[in-house]
DNA sequence: CCGAGTTATATGAACGTTCAAGCATCACCT
DNA sequence: AGGTGATGCTTGAACGTTCATATAACTCGG
């Protein structure tokens, strides 16, 4: 806990930037990913994160935590990606509660149309305004504010 | 656009650095405010903006452009508001259209309630890993890329 | 002042997330 | 082996957001 639990004003103006960077952003990002593919960002990180994980597969465990998200969330998300065809659910063999989750081929073509202009996006919304010592700097900064938050309380 | 769509390794790793740090950072101001109010940080901030108001009130338009939010979704959130007692609203008189968002006592309340709980989730959480120099360049920066995201594309 | 287009807001359905159970399997102790 | 608790995952209901649509009030040219 703080000492004193007010914002200085400098604090509270970037408190509100970072809102609306964060909304306009993910805004940005939902849109751009919805109209190219038609799923919402959380399900493409999905896909994503399978392609790149050995055998393009992953335990659900194991993708809610990449994910960050809950376990509930992530079995809808592949849920629903299965219904598009996108992703595949096996048991695993050693233990068998397991579910493995696997790109399927159809997911992993989807993904390489879909990437490079999500790329292009963050791109040019991020990182076209910064120069080198801007992203040094972020790389710094968020490299602090994730230790904490990782810290539990 | 940009010439090449890929990112860095380095833009690559502040990315994902960023996307988790935004969800870790949404999940843990969504249960703050969600256990000391019961409403979602979207409705927090609705109250906020009230507050901050002449008359604690806005014009549903307004209230929506303060807020970055689409003004379907602010109605909803209103209505819901207006459910709990802590916002009414009124027709303007000046635009037969117009509805005014009003922040009752009850509401007023509520906010001054929780604020404090929630200036201090932030302060701990976003603040204090930073040093001065820190915030000094996340201002800077954040600046930069709010003002690329509220060019339009 | 009449009608076409615009603006301000609301509404309902569809979807995604959360929360609280629920079920099956495992691990461990006896 | 057999029971007790933990683990891995799913399910359904409740809620919030989005999208398309509706409605009412304003504007402005004729």
């Not at 408190?15 to 939902?30: A, M, T």
């Not at 790149?52 to 993708?63: C, G, H, K, V, Y």
Request: charged share 25%; proline share 3%; net charge neutral.
């Amino acid at each position: 806990m703080a000492d004193s639990p007010w914002l200085s004003a400098e604090q509270q103006a970037i408190w509100r930037h970072y809102l609306n960077l964060s909304r306009l952003l993910q805004d940005r990002i939902e849109k751009d990913i919805q109209r190219e593919a038609g799923i919402p960002q959380a399900y493409y990180l999905i896909l994503a994160m399978l392609s790149e994980a050995p055998d393009r597969s992953l335990r659900m465990n194991q993708l809610a935590e990449v994910l960050r998200a809950s376990q509930s969330r992530t079995s809808h998300a592949v849920a629903r990606l299965e219904q598009h065809g996108w992703v595949r659910r096996e048991r695993t063999l050693q233990d068998g509660r397991g579910q493995l989750a696997i790109l399927t081929a159809a997911g992993w073509q989807r993904l390489i149309e879909i990437a490079p202009g999500h790329a292009a996006t963050v791109r040019s919304v991020m990182f076209d305004p910064l120069d080198e010592r801007d992203t040094a700097d972020l790389a710094r900064i968020y490299g602090k504010i994730l230790a904490q938050l990782e810290n539990g309380t």
